[in-house]
């Protein structure tokens, strides 16, 4: 079945219901799901798996999701509709004919900020404004509490309060500790909350294959995704189709989106990273942000006095934006076009609230890479950035390593705190060790917990196809639960007030031996059953 | 294919030869695997396989390996052969006709200590002697390096020489900071150290199935998780058979295997936990000693007063000899009869060289019990009982929990070396999160990375079946490579001397595109070639 399952995953999971709580500031629904245990209360938890996990939900991936937001955007008056750029050839890799992925069937205008305003969440944060997306964040983030349930925790200077409230939303973004990817563009988007001072989260990766890849696919990899817990995607396709395949993606989802939009202009250029130009780039973030993408990728910390000191490197440019950006550097002999333009990006990005992630491009590929000259020198760079993005009222995190052995984990974190200014911190992993290709959801999955817990607020997933290959379906499964289980150990270390309280749901079932509420409160109910099964499988055993 | 395959895995892994080094004080040969690189000088890595991996050697599980320690054994000067205990039913849980599993066909008569002498490495050690096991490890650490490779890391006060010399190994001894588990009936044993000042080893568990098992399976078992690294392997058999499929494994163990040998008296009782005696404890540690078991799991330290400590927990005991021993104390209100008669194990275990694994029969099964009174309670006893065996030259390692989330860890290792005077610390996990049952070999391999970098010195460890049912073949694998790495993190990040080596070796055939480089020099090279070959089948594909 594997690689070739066209249908979209919908149906809840195993005892599941989904609940909708209810604002009080805003008119809000926002999605929980409730596990229900055979002699206790039911377990109410976060659930970023959108409609496709509600049996009342009805599901056309050729509709799209139904808007969220759209009434709250209206509302704020400061956004108008206008005659988006024209899709071009370019913008889909010249596919054409029958190579031609279709085009999502429902177009919309493109929403913008009227005039210069900014529309940014920051923005309203700073101004003292509540946002529905806020009151949204802070109630999804209680997961249905009332109060805490255990504190004990060590959370290295982040502050986790009992209980979350909007205004506490507000003051974490307005201070940049926080973000709420959320283009305006994006209204089916069930708004999610990234910082160091609420739930770690995940991001998963998907992309196009060069051999196949419909839409369906394409939609059911971030539906599958999502089900199991990924907190947003990122669409890292190459080739053709991007274009009209982000579309159905972002219609269809209900976490936000990231993009590397460098992958794109690239693809317009014909692959050959020197022919890249502003003005190129400058089109495809206009692209992006009309389509609705929520965070954007940008590896403008890269510096032309940087690339030297990768020189001695066992790995060289690992990251594959880093690696493009310096061959333009090197070629041009002159700062990278992100860099110098970096003002205007943020002029596009304040208009429809597309968050950065400002890229790690000097990341290092290996152990022996780790925290050297040019990873921390292109971090301070990045510090300057984020301050450069703050003033423009943009939403900012910071991408991080990579591969780092445990004794230089800490000093990632704490180096990205004080020149980042406290802005969000995403990393990818890090692996602490290289010797284990097949197996770097683990190796990273140590290092991603241990990241985690000291403060890094999203964790971006490894599959064991890393370094290997293109994850398939079971790949993607099992990197977004091992990510799951790493951030939730964070949270757990932090002192999260609520983290606990599904471990010992569990620890008590498991006491008990309760087998099925075992599977219902586990990460993965399936796998966890049809495990137990393989070796007793009497019912009779199950019980007692 | 899976949990029915008879014969015994042999045969080198890829691309890699297995070369011997020699000794200067004694006649030994350590074995060593050397891994071919296409374009660089071979590696050369620890080797815990056995003659399994030898192409020029014969296996015949029927015969046993060859005698590696005979010579040595007899040259000391203080051993005797004697005409050892009778096989009795009991010991084969009353199996009779074709349920019987047949004998081992070689029948030695065992050996022991003359007199009183402790014929222990710690007593050698103590009176200065450089064993051949002693200078055996040593060469077996240091892994073909002449020199330190790097030296980057953080310690926590272990000390890590660039070469482990023979007279270092004899001084972590003699100080009970290490021990080599070598009983002087385990003569076909290649020895290997314990210890937080060498490299950080990896024990499997292994264990007859209630449904199917022969002996053929049972060597399989430990075979095919030595072949991916095991260092120890504890056989946890219950049931019947037990004397007899004990005898076939270590005849056939390259590697020191332990045992809990109250699982076998508990047989021998029929299972009613209040019937165990001091008696049939005592005739079964005897039993277990003649046959060559290199180290035993004791739960000397769940002592009585200690038992109500565990009244409010969520998981209670969760240690089936921790379980077994509360039941027996509370039945016959007093102290159990492995505390009572300490000394008398003791001067058993100093015959026969069995180095003693301190239980610990009230570590949490659960995040909520964590670090609890209970526990740390107990591992004070184990301190003591420490500091009595070593009085009588007994070797001795402490093991620890369980489930711990990721800021209590450190408190354990802190504790640990510090009640129990820096003997060895060997943990099962520790478990960071309860939520993930089908995936706790990963919830685990993240805490055992932590408390292995911060100085236990042995993982025992967690397969994905763990809380759900037997581990099949792949499980074994699994949980093997995972601790391996987990291992390797821990080494990497003590800044262990010759560490690194490999994940240079790794990560330069990452950068140059060397896929054959790359999928020998990781754990497990079939794994990552197969992933490989998945998405990218052409060989074209895998140059450049």
Same mark, same amino acid.
Request: with cysteine.
């Given at each position: 079945m ?8 919908t149906?809840?999971?195993?005892a ?6 209810s604002?009080?500031i805003?008119?809000?629904k926002v999605p929980l799901?409730?596990i229900?245990?055979?002699n206790?209360?039911?377990?109410t ?13 009805t ?11 759209g009434?709250?955007?209206q509302?704020?008056?400061e956004?108008?509709?206008y005659d ?10 010249f596919a054409t004919g029958?190579?031609l992925?279709?085009?999502?069937p429902?177009q ?5 900020a009227?005039g210069?305003?900014a ?8 101004a003292?404004?509540i946002?529905? !997306? ?9 997961e ?9 925790g060590?959370?290295f200077?982040?502050?986790?309060p009992?209980?979350?409230t ?13 973000i709420i ?8 988007l069930e ?6 001072n609420?739930k770690?989260k995940i991001?998963?990766?998907i992309g ?11 939609v059911?990899k971030?539906?599958w995704?999502?089900?199991?817990g990924a907190?947003t995607?990122?669409d890292?396709?190459t ?12 219609r ?6 990231g993009?590397v939009?460098l ?5 317009k ?14 089109d495809?973030?206009i ?7 929520d ?5 403008a910390?890269?510096r ?5 000191m990768t020189?001695?490197?066992?790995t060289?440019i690992v ?7 310096a061959?333009?550097?090197l070629?041009?002999?002159?700062e990278?076009?992100?860099?110098e333009?970096?003002?205007?990006i943020c002029?596009?990005?304040?208009r429809?609230d597309?968050?950065?992630s ?10 022996a890479d780790?925290?050297d !000259?040019?990873?921390f020198?292109e971090?301070?760079t ?10 423009k009222d943009?939403?900012v ?7 780092v052995?445990?004794h ?6 704490d ?9 969000p ?11 284990a290709?097949g197996?770097d959801h683990?190796?990273s ?6 990241i985690g ?5 999203m964790?971006c997933?490894?599959t ?10 079971d790949?993607v499964k099992?990197g ?29 079932a498991?006491? !008990?031996?309760?087998w099925?509420?075992?599977?219902n409160?586990g990460?993965d ?12 499988p009497? !019912?009779a055993h199950?019980?007692?």
């Open positions: 594997k690689d070739t399952i066209p249908a979209i995953t149906g809840s999971l195993p599941s219901r989904k609940v909708y709580a604002g009080n805003h008119e809000i799901r409730e229900a245990i055979s206790e209360e039911p377990l938890v976060y659930d970023s798996s959108g409609p496709y996990t509600d049996p009342l939900s599901v056309d991936i050729a509709t799209g999701l139904g808007e969220v937001r009434g709250w955007l509302a704020r008056g956004i108008e509709e988006g750029r024209s899709v071009t050839d370019a913008d889909n890799g029958a190579r992925t279709p085009a999502f429902v919309r205008p493109p929403l913008r009227v210069d305003r529309v940014t969440q920051l923005a309203y944060a700073r003292g404004i946002t529905p !997306e806020m009151e949204f964040v802070a109630i999804r983030e209680n249905g509490r009332r109060a805490a349930h255990s504190r004990d060590e959370a200077g982040a502050e986790l009992a209980l979350v909007p205004e506490f939303v507000r003051r974490e973004i307005a201070e940049g500790r926080a990817p959320a283009n305006i563009n994006h209204r089916e708004p999610m909350i990234i910082g160091r609420f770690v991001n998963a990766n196009n294959s060069a051999v196949t890849s419909s839409m369906e696919e394409e059911e971030m539906v995704a999502i089900r199991w907190d995607v990122m890292l396709s080739g053709r189709n991007i274009h009209n395949i982000r579309d159905w993606i972002i269809n989802a209900p976490v936000p989106i993009t939009p992958y794109q202009a690239l693809e250029v014909g692959g050959v990273a020197e022919d890249l130009t502003w003005e190129v780039f400058r495809t973030l692209e992006q942000a009309e389509q609705g993408v965070y954007f990728t940008i590896h910390g890269v032309l006095h940087m690339i030297p020189a001695k490197r066992v060289g990251s594959r934006g880093g690696s493009i950006m061959k333009w550097c070629h041009h002999h002159r990278s076009f992100l860099y333009h970096f003002d205007e002029d596009i990005c304040r429809y597309v968050s950065f400002l890229g790690d491009g000097l990341r290092p590929g290996s152990i780790a925290n !000259e040019a990873q020198a971090l301070r990045l510090g300057e950035l984020t301050k450069i993005a703050w003033a943009c939403q995190m910071i991408e991080g390593p990579g591969h052995p445990m230089k984990i800490k000093a990632n974190m180096e990205q705190l004080k020149h980042c200014h406290e802005a911190f995403y990393t990818l992993g890090p692996l602490t060790t290289d010797i290709p197996y683990i190796t999955a140590i290092g991603a917990a241990m817990w000291f403060g890094t607020a964790l997933y490894v064991p196809k890393e370094h290997l290959g293109l994850p398939d379906r790949d099992t977004v639960i091992t990510y799951k289980l790493a951030a939730h150990a964070a949270d757990l270390a932090k002192g999260h007030p609520g983290a606990q309280q599904r471990d010992d749901a569990l620890s008590r498991r006491f !008990e031996f309760r099925e509420d075992q599977f409160l990460l109910p399936d796998t966890a059953r049809e495990m137990h099964d393989q070796t007793m009497a !019912e199950k019980v007692a």
